[in-house]
């Protein structure tokens, strides 16, 4: 098992921490991950992606720089709202702030 977990479930990344470790090594672990994940095509880009579930701000980090580069928007699962809230976007569909089921 890795120190983070990362997985697509159509236009949900799954995220978890896994094996205990610090930031700096966790970060790595993650762009390790969204690396395969794009190499291998399972990330490919598109109009919108939604994250759910824990990240610390340095791994968000990682995972927003990674995404945004390829997604129109990327949005995160916010508990308290019920919905995603968009978080980065470059124009288009999707502004920053919205909310998306």
């Known amino acids: 098992m890795a120190t983070y977990n990362i997985e697509k ?3 949900i990344l799954k ?10 090594q966790i970060v ?7 690396d395969e994940m794009i190499g ?3 990330l490919s880009g598109g109009q919108l992606i939604k994250i759910n579930g824990p ?7 990682v995972i927003a720089h990674a995404l945004g580069h390829m997604y129109g ?3 995160a699962f916010d508990p308290k709202l019920g919905k995603y809230v968009v978080a980065t976007a470059h124009g288009g569909i999707y502004q920053v702030g919205d909310l998306v089921d």
């Open 9 to 11: 479930n159509g236009d």
């Open 15 to 24: 995220v978890a921490f896994g094996d205990q470790a610090d930031n700096d």
């Open 28 to 34: 790595q672990d993650a762009q390790m991950r969204l």
């Open 40 to 42: 291998s095509g399972e």
């Open 55 to 61: 990240a610390s701000l340095p791994v968000a980090m």
């Open 73 to 75: 928007a990327v949005a």
